[in-house]
């Protein structure tokens, strides 16, 4: 568990420092882009893909 919640701790601190640098407006190169987004894509899917594997274990513990 406390691996779990240092790994959520930077992913929250990283997202701070991202979210501040683009507030700064800065010049991004193309590469630059792609990465960001990439990284946005593969956690977005890997984070969908875990959020449903919860679900249905809710949903099957709770009996329906």
């Known amino acids: ?12 601190e990283n997202a ?3 979210i501040q640098l683009l507030k700064e407006n800065p010049p991004l190169s193309n590469m630059d882009k792609l ?3 990439n990284h946005l894509e593969a956690l977005q899917l890997a ?8 679900d249905d274990v809710k949903q099957r513990g709770s009996g329906n």
Do not use: C, H, N
């Open 47 to 54: 984070y969908g893909t875990w959020k449903r594997r919860d």
């Open 16 to 18: 701070r420092e991202l």
């Open 35 to 37: 990465y960001i987004e």
């Open 1 to 12: 568990m406390a691996i779990q919640r240092t790994t959520l701790d930077k992913f929250g």
